[in-house]
């Protein structure tokens, strides 16, 4: 079984920062697009950060100029390294992983999500 554990999430003060890591387990054959969602409550779940297997990026309006996504392939690993937070950004933020196991289709596949609060 595949999974994406996220992890760095917290509580921080509006202008701090913090980073997220998530690692992809499992039989992984490759892995394609990863990227960062997020869900604020009563919201739908939203795009964040997307980031391509040679590293092209693509940001939502909202965070581009604060949040950078990055990738460590050899480790199955995606990042968002995310700074001058604001208490808009509060939310679940969930990874997602468009990844092969095996001899099989490419797939989608989500982490249970880490909850990031922006407050003083």
């Known amino acids: 079984q595949v999974q994406l554990v996220e992890s760095g999430g917290g509580l921080v003060q509006p202008g701090g920062s913090l980073r997220l890591s998530c690692t992809a387990s499992?039989?992984?054959?490759?892995?394609?697009?990863m990227g960062w969602y997020r869900q604020a409550p009563g919201a739908e779940r939203d795009l964040v950060a997307l980031i391509t297997t040679d590293a092209r990026t693509n940001y939502a309006n909202s965070v581009k100029g604060r949040f950078t996504i990055s990738r460590d392939n050899a480790k199955n690993t995606v990042y968002l390294q995310m700074n001058s937070l604001k208490p808009e950004d509060t939310a679940v933020y969930y990874c997602?992983?468009?990844?092969?196991?095996?001899?099989?289709?490419?797939?989608?596949?989500w982490g249970k999500g880490t909850l990031v609060t922006v407050s003083s």
């Open positions: 499992g039989i992984i054959f490759s892995i394609n697009n």
């Open positions: 997602n992983a468009l990844l092969r196991t095996g001899a099989t289709t490419y797939m989608n596949y």
